[in-house]
């Protein structure tokens, strides 16, 4: 996710603006006086008083406690992009993180006579998109949820409360595993996504609640009084 003021400064079309509203996302004038929303830089993952960072360097992430390291993905695992949010609501950061990793089927699948319904959930390197949540576990830092392979992989993504209901959403551009956008080695904005998700943590995982087709290539967080406002470059 880039800031607004990146987006202002680089983009060579006009932005768009959205709301969530009652019955989905909507697309609103763009407000005067909008304020960038950026993520935090530091949260006290583990509630003693000390706040940890996020480093995210040629695809692993290192979670810091003061100047200690944590926490680090695994080599296997590519993450693109990771951020301080609360989406499992359970009013403790966490890092939310985007991650391109090999692709495991469901281990149900070989019992279930018609299994493999997410067989066809990655690229033809044999990787899928994941979105995975880590934070910490009573004694250590570690998965706290972790999705499985998604439908569409996510170029990328944004927490916020969109609806003033006092939790985070989850926000995603997503594309394809066919397109050349989805692959992690391609820089974000290089290609556009096919379209913008909102998801709610429904206490096991997360559930689209909007959906809207259209060619996006960026995400941003801005706030215009006290609502959120989703700022896209087509």
């Not at 607004?4 to 768009?16: A, C, D, E, G, H």
């Not at 390197?125 to 570690?142: D, E, M, T, Y």
Request: glycine share 10%; aromatic share 8%; proline share 8%.
């Amino acid at each position: 996710m880039l800031s607004l003021v990146i987006l202002l400064q680089t983009s060579p079309v006009p932005l768009r603006a959205m709301e969530l509203g009652p019955h989905g996302l909507v697309r609103v004038p763009f407000p005067t006086g909008t304020i960038p929303v950026d993520p935090p830089s530091k949260g006290d993952f583990n509630q003693s008083g000390s706040s940890e960072s996020l480093e995210l360097a040629n695809g692993r992430l290192t979670i810091f406690s003061g100047s200690e390291s944590v926490w680090k993905s695994p080599i296997s695992w590519t993450v693109v992009q990771a951020e301080i949010t609360d989406l499992n609501q359970d009013g403790t950061p966490e890092a939310a993180l985007l991650v391109w990793r090999p692709f495991q089927a469901w281990p149900v699948d070989q019992w279930l006579p018609h299994g493999g319904r997410i067989s066809d959930f990655h690229d033809d390197k044999g990787n899928s998109c994941h979105i995975i949540l880590i934070g910490w576990r009573g004694s250590q830092f570690g998965e706290l949820w972790a999705g499985s392979a998604l439908a569409e992989p996510v170029k990328s993504f944004a927490a916020a409360d969109l609806n003033g209901d006092h939790v985070q959403e989850l926000v995603t551009l997503e594309g394809t595993y066919t397109s050349p956008a989805s692959l992690p080695e391609i820089p974000a904005g290089s290609v556009s996504a096919h379209a913008i998700k909102v998801w709610e943590w429904n206490g096991f995982g997360f559930t689209v609640v909007s959906s809207m087709e259209g060619t996006y290539s960026k995400l941003a967080l801005a706030q215009a009084g006290s609502d959120h406002i989703l700022i896209l470059v087509p």
